[in-house]
């Protein structure tokens, strides 16, 4: 009970340091735009563009570079904590800091400062600008991915800046508000894969080549699902604006409910979870880079240039826990509770209302990370043959007939409540399945291990 009280209490303040966090971005990208405005405007006018520079270059600073390249590098770190916890282990605790391994913080540094003065060790008969490109591209594609995620809502320049007030200018966490959206999202994904494939060709090493070429068909295979998952979520919202569809599952369904994309798509949102987590090539779906067993398409890579592959793959967990977040677990929206966002920004200030949507949004993205760390641990890895059948033989078929039932239930109809419906029957359907299937593993395990005596 103790331990009980003392982890709600750590998630409180967990979930109030979040909230904290976001009114500082808040006001980062309001003091700069407004600052943009007042530096490079004309006097006493409120120059759109020029607000909209200043924010965006804040946003940048702080959720690209702050949000998004601390937590890929303390996951590094959480992965081994986490492992060692479910394996029984202490975990990284090697390194102190006077005589305090500090939850193995330091190996930050460590393994910073150990990639950037590695000995330099490269292939003589590679390709050289192809060798060079490769960790480049596996990195920067994925890193642009989070400029469109919509971290929190939209306010009032002018409730933070009152010479704003009345010129209709608002300030949100988003770097880049795109129409394309989502096609945005699924074609600067899809160029990582050159990264890989380059990795494996360019070093001139057969078991390199192997790994680039299980690693880029596992990729572009689940590219198709990937996809053609969230189409469904693009016609119940009619958007492909992820801040657009973050704000569309405000409005209430079945009552109370909120129009979630967990409850109108679970279909769709079991596909994009796993195409996702098969994208990210983590376990059980590592064939292309299982580091115990298997050689992976950057076996001639040291270094930093290791450290960016290694790192991509750890912002990609971020990224998708992010995508995720906005698409189906209602963004920033803080309660599952169709009107409950209109109420808070009703009786708060608007500064801290949107704080309060960012903190939900980064804590949500949090759990979703923790959830993957754990999947990657409990999990054995599938054979080859198994991922492919999974994707072309079960995932693809699944994501269209989703996206036919989607468009039916639609057309029938336009207010959704038909289509909440079927996500709630889909969703009972789906736990009473999963039960039934674990009441059933158990003799058989049983019966093997008595067996096996």
Known sequence: MKRFFGMSLALVILVGALMALSGLFYLAAAGLGWGFNVWFGEPGRVDPALVHYGASLANVLTLMMVVLMISGSLLTVAERKWSALLQNRVGANRIKVFGNPLGGIPYLAADALKMLTKEKMEPQAATRMLYELAPVMAFAPVFCLFAIVPVGPAIDLGSIFSGAAGAGQTIALQVAKMDAGLLFLFAI????????????????????????????????????????????????????????????????????????????????????????????????????????????YFLEYSGMKFGMFFLAEFLEIAIFAGVITAVFLGGWHPLPIAGATEWLRAHLHPLAFASVGGGIFLAKMIVLMWLQLTIRWLLPRFRYDQIQQLCWKILLPAALVNVFVTGAAILIDPSLQLLAGLGLLTMVVVAVLVGATGKGAAPAAAHAHGGGH
């Open 189 to 296: 994904s899809s160029l990582s894969v050159y990264g890989t494939s380059l990795a494996g060709w360019a070093s001139n090493n057969k078991l390199a080549l192997l790994g680039g070429v299980r690693a880029s068909s596992q990729m572009i295979s689940y590219e198709v699902s990937l996809g053609l998952s969230l189409v469904g979520a693009m016609m119940a919202y009619k958007s492909l604006q992820l801040d657009e569809i973050v704000v569309a599952q405000g409005q209430g369904v079945l009552g109370i409910a909120p129009a979630w994309g967990l409850l109108l798509q679970p279909v769709g949102f079991l596909i994009f979870f796993t195409s996702g987590f098969a994208e990210t090539k983590r376990a059980p779906f590592d064939l292309p880079e299982g580091e115990s067993e298997i050689v992976g």
